[in-house]
């Protein structure tokens, strides 16, 4: 065992560090995600920046785009230079700076020079956590995959509890103290692994690398990129490249589809692998688009279906209004809730010989997202003739998509890195943050075309979500014997 002799619920005392600064960290993450797109669209008068849906959308879409991007360069400076430890460190303190700097700006510069710092931060913080604790874990097996599902809950409870205090202290004392609260629990989570640290002991203290291993030109390939990077980011707070974020989110989107391509493109062509081998990169490429289908609807959650929530829901109990923001705890609860359930449901299954194959879970995940938006026709239905929607609108539509998620997301990595070759197994990870983020950047697009004033439009666009989410579903069922056979025998 890597670390001390101490426990935390049977493991290595080490999980608790892990555990309670991914809590912090989800409760900043999900906190600020509660609040972004309301505060964008509010008015100035009201502490907003007074952005249209369609710009306060296109940004909530780049930045949780972002976050999965710049995971993979995070990855990559844990493992080639400072060790995973220094990167969640780093990662959590720049999260809380960027979260303070939302709440010190005064200006939409300021604010996105927030987002930015905390993306990075994300970047650096979220892909190395886990990694760390599979170290804590040398020998694998059970022991692991129970000490991952403590850290699973761990996430939750952060994404549960981040949105009901960053919203209600946004209702009761202005967005920046929402954005505050989002920044002070992430410094909860860096002082707290401060001082729990040494329970880690050996794990990701240093980067995996060969001892005497020369890292200058990493560091120097890691220096000329974040110069240029910078560059880049700096023209337009200059004034010197004019670009709004409609515009960049609709470049995100042709430039990750044109970034998948031509991976997947060099793996059938130029990789060298065998027939059986090319089969299961086609199914990579059906995998892909599935999910990133998926997300697309799925994160209409922080930006068109938070936007229902705060404009048309009726929040009202008693005397008492709901936060809009409230709406974001729902799928944390029921990931809690129904996680072991579904898990059974697959081992029961399985013992039956009746385990659905991955292409077939994967179209039940997307069933399930495009039956959310079929229940948000009818909420949409009451808002078009001029009444507000009763909550329990939207309490199902997330506890479909959660259902969703729970057919997808947690059987969606793991297949990745099984279908391809072992020397492709690193990139393949990247592909599965590709597909998240072109599902996110997809999300704010479609966001966008809601219109606050044609209210009466509304029913019809989220049915053609729901048809375009279940004929994705149906399609995928019927060709998922072909899928199936393409795999070749991976489970």
Not at 22 to 32: L, V
Not at 44 to 64: H, P, Q, S, V
Not at 178 to 205: D, E, K, N, P, S
Not at 315 to 325: K, L, Q
Request: hydrophobic share 55%; net charge neutral; proline share 3%.
């Amino acid at each position: 065992m890597t670390g001390t002799s101490k426990e935390f619920l049977g493991h290595p005392r080490g999980l608790a560090t892990l555990f309670f600064t991914e809590m912090w960290e989800r409760f900043s993450y999900y906190g600020m995600r509660a609040l972004l797109v309301l505060f964008l669209v509010d008015t100035i008068a009201n502490g907003g920046l007074g952005f249209d849906d369609k710009t306060a959308t296109a940004i909530y879409g780049l930045y949780t785009a972002a976050v999965y991007i710049v995971a993979l360069p995070g990855g990559w400076i844990a493992d080639r230079l400072i060790g995973a430890q220094r990167a969640v460190l780093y990662g959590g303190i720049l999260i809380a700076l960027g979260s303070i700097g939302l709440w010190l700006s005064s200006s939409a510069s300021g604010f996105y020079l927030g987002l930015l710092i905390i993306i990075v931060g994300v970047g650096l913080l979220k892909p190395n956590i886990s990694a760390l604790v599979a170290e804590l874990y040398p020998d694998g097996g059970g022991r692991r995959d129970a000490g991952f599902t403590i850290f699973y809950m761990g996430i939750n409870v952060g994404a549960f509890i981040g949105p009901l205090i960053t919203a209600w202290l946004a209702v009761a004392f202005g967005w920046r103290v929402g954005f505050l609260a989002a920044g002070i629990g992430m410094l909860l989570g860096v002082a707290q692994f401060v001082v729990t640290r040494h329970h880690l002991g050996g794990a990701g203290a240093r980067p995996h690398v060969p001892d005497g291993t020369d890292s200058s030109v990493a560091w120097r390939n890691l220096w000329l990129g974040s110069a240029l990077t910078a560059i880049l980011v700096a023209l337009p707070f200059l004034g010197w490249v004019q670009i709004s974020p409609i515009e960049l989110q609709s470049y995100g989107i042709v430039v990750i589809i044109g970034m998948a391509a031509l991976y997947f493109l060099y793996l059938l062509l130029f990789a060298g692998l065998n027939e059986v081998e090319k089969k299961r990169v086609l199914v990579l490429i059906v995998l892909f688009f599935a999910c990133a289908l998926f997300w697309s609807g799925f994160e209409q959650a922080g930006s068109s279906l938070n936007l229902f929530a705060d404009r048309y829901t009726n929040r009202v109990i008693n005397d008492f209004t709901i936060p809009a923001g409230w709406f974001q705890s729902l799928n944390a609860v029921f990931i809690v809730i129904f996680a072991p359930v579904f898990s059974a449901l697959w081992v029961q299954l399985a013992q039956r010989n009746m385990d659905p194959s991955t292409p077939v879970k994967f179209a039940l995940g997307l069933l399930g997202m495009a039956l959310g938006f079929l229940v948000m026709v009818g909420a949409a239905s009451v808002v078009a003739d001029g009444m507000s929607a009763a909550v329990y609108w939207l309490v199902l539509t997330y506890l479909l998509h959660t259902f969703g998620e729970l057919c997808l997301s947690p059987v969606g990595l793991s297949s990745v890195t099984k279908l391809v070759p072992q020397r492709f197994v690193g990139q393949s990870l990247g592909i599965w943050f590709l597909a998240a983020s072109l599902g996110n950047l997809v999300a704010g697009a479609i966001a966008g075309e809601f219109d606050a004033d044609n209210v009466a439009a509304m029913p019809a666009q989220y049915l053609s979500i729901f048809w375009f989410g279940a004929i994705s579903a149906v399609v995928l069922l019927l060709f998922s014997p072909i899928v199936k056979k393409w795999m070749g025998g991976v489970k």
